[in-house]
């Protein structure tokens, strides 16, 4: 099953950029633990190596005004191994973000791709069997589901643009505020002023990705593709890398 239902999209000129938010877990009281979950595009292995490559980094690469790309493989995330990261840095004043959902016909994350052209995708909430967002959505200034209580964290763009992250915990959800397009998630992984988020190591490896917004206001969408990192990794290096991360949210992993 690939994970499906729910889009972000970002609009630089006539290019769309694309990150489509969909995930797999149950609905509860409280929020579930990453779990792994079968799709068409398998979760790469990672394989231990007797002589792993130094750690390397391609740098920023200019993909657009705006727009760019960068590749890190970090040591000492899995012994012996190194871990792929990829990154991709916007400018919220060449983008337009928007949450496409549409529960009545579910769609791996690749259809969503061909019919929105987008840029980029990536995977992002949660959903339940039935493909219902687990927390609010707001897509194209519609308002679906109830905001996580307590928990959490909420990425948004308001009516003119602006994009913005708040951790649930500390700033609940505030209906009179306007809100273009937003989307829900747990748990946050790094705190405003960039201070890793305290999470219990469970020891469970998964892929990841994760939305952040660094010290200038930059979005960057963070994808790690192996079975590599847990999710008090991911919080401890987000908030140690030379990435600059004010604040970031752990989405739902997988393509």
């Keep these: 099953m690939e994970k499906r239902s729910q889009i972000i999209a970002l609009r630089i000129r006539v290019v769309t950029l694309a990150a489509l ?7 509860g009281d409280e929020p ?6 079968p799709t068409r595009m398998p979760t790469i292995a990672v394989a231990p190596a007797s002589n792993p490559t130094p750690e390397s980094d391609s740098g920023w690469v200019a993909a657009d005004p705006g727009i760019e790309l960068r590749t890190l493989q970090v040591a000492d995330i899995v012994p012996g191994a190194m871990t792929p990261v990829h990154v991709l840095r916007l400018d919220p004043a060449a983008v337009r973000l928007r949450v496409i959902y549409d529960p009545g016909a579910p769609r791996p994350l690749r259809s969503w791709v061909m019919a929105q052209r987008p840029l980029a995708a990536v995977n992002g909430g949660f959903f339940t069997a039935d493909h219902t967002a687990t927390a609010l959505l707001v897509s194209d200034g519609t308002a679906h589901g109830a905001p996580y209580v307590g928990f959490g964290g909420m990425l948004a763009t308001s009516p003119d643009g602006r994009i913005w ?7 609940p959800y505030d209906p009179s505020v306007p809100l273009d397009q937003a989307i829900q998630s747990f748990p946050m992984l790094v705190y405003p002023g960039g201070i890793a988020a305290d999470i219990a190591e469970d020891g469970q490896r998964a892929r990841r990705s994760v939305a952040a917004l ?12 192996t079975s590599a990192f847990t999710l008090h990794a991911l919080a401890s290096w987000l908030a140690t890398s030379d990435l600059e991360i004010e604040r970031a949210l752990n989405l739902d992993g997988g393509s």
């Design 32 to 37: 579930s633990p990453t779990r792994i979950i």
């Design 165 to 171: 992250m708040q951790p649930l915990r500390d700033e």
């Design 214 to 225: 660094d010290r200038a206001g930059r979005l960057l969408l963070i994808v790690c593709p």
């Design 21 to 27: 938010l969909a995930a797999g877990c149950a609905r």
